[in-house]
């Protein structure tokens, strides 16, 4: 069964730290591209993060400095590292795999607030 499974969302303060995780099943993790997304109540989904097969990164400029995303193929993976966390953050986070197909996990909501 193709599918993402994303973990590690929560409720954190403003300058906090959570990591997220995603869990791949059912293709071959190591050829894809894998991204993250988020997406606020009223606001379109937005790209976050993302990391190719070969392992460059790119990230929204509204988190260069604060997050980073990484991969791990042995283990069919993906994390992102979440630091310095603003209420702007706010969102469901979206794990996604691209190449062959178009595969999206359910979301996993993260919410900064005192």
């Known amino acids: 069964q193709v599918q993402l499974v994303e973990s590690g969302g929560g409720l954190v303060q403003p300058g906090g730290s959570l990591r997220l995780s995603c869990v791949a099943s059912g293709f071959t993790f190591e050829n894809y591209l894998m991204s993250w997304y988020r997406q606020s109540p009223g606001k379109e989904r937005e790209l976050v993060a993302q990391?190719?097969?070969?392992?460059?990164?790119k990230y929204a400029d509204s988190v260069k400095g604060r997050f980073t995303i990484s991969r791990d193929n042995a283990e069919n993976t993906v994390y992102l590292q979440m630091n310095s966390l603003k209420p702007e953050d706010t969102a469901v986070y979206y794990c996604n795999a691209l190449r062959f197909l178009n595969i999206w996990g359910q979301g996993t909501q993260v919410t900064v607030s005192l």
């Open positions: 990391i190719a097969a070969a392992g460059s990164t």
